[in-house]
């Protein structure tokens, strides 16, 4: 994968998403620069993995793996903070294995054992992940707390996905995961230049 891009200006840099370290180690070897672990540092394998290299690392915060809509946080909590307490104690734990936050890229999970309402809370909330010694991600494009505002198909949510992204971007967030990259980069480039 590496040679592919030699000599060249511009190579895009590769995130691999998975739970599973042999996955991950697979992914590095031939080539990949970042981890995208949806389970949250669920296997003990990964923190192994991760104190031998030097890859990013998103560490999402997730309640099962793949999402099931049945398990969720409690409908009464405060998922901000559950969310960010949770990524605190991960943090440390991955400080105490030797990773350095520098690596680290927090992403709250919007939709994995959330509800709409809880994901709406999240985006609502991102300041607080400020706190964290960590950059930042927001994987909200597509996603279905969209309904929120109108029942459509996943390919359908980009006006929706477009406008989360703005906010976000005005709010600080450091990463954006999306799933129309144009459509992003334009509204983004307009936004900027009038605001």
């Known amino acids: 994968m590496q040679d592919r ?14 739970y599973h370290a042999a996955t991950a180690e697979k992914a590095l070897a031939l080539g990949a620069h970042c981890i995208n672990d949806v389970g949250g540092a669920s296997d003990p394998g990964m923190v192994t993995l991760l104190k031998g290299g030097s890859c990013d690392y998103v560490l999402m915060h997730s309640l099962s793996v793949p999402s099931d809509k049945n398990i969720t ?15 605190e104690e991960k943090i440390k734990e991955l400080g105490y294995a030797g990773i350095s936050p520098d690596r680290i890229i927090f992403d709250p999970g919007l939709g994995f054992g959330k509800t709409a309402r809880q994901s709406l809370a999240l985006l609502q909330g991102v300041e607080e992940f400020f706190d964290l010694p960590t950059r930042i991600m927001i994987g909200h494009s597509r996603k279905s707390f969209i309904n929120h505002w109108g029942e459509r198909k996943s390919r359908d949510r980009d006006f929706e996905s477009v406008a989360t992204s703005l906010q976000m971007s005005q709010r600080g967030v450091d990463i954006l995961r999306v799933h129309n990259p144009e459509a992003h980069i334009r509204a983004l480039r307009a936004f900027s230049d009038i605001g």
Request: proline content about 10%; overall charge neutral; hydrophobic content about 40%.
């Open 5 to 18: 891009w030699r000599g060249r200006i511009f190579h895009p840099l590769i995130s691999v998403d998975t």
């Open 73 to 87: 946080l409690p409908e009464r909590c405060d998922p901000v903070a559950e969310v960010k307490v949770w990524g």
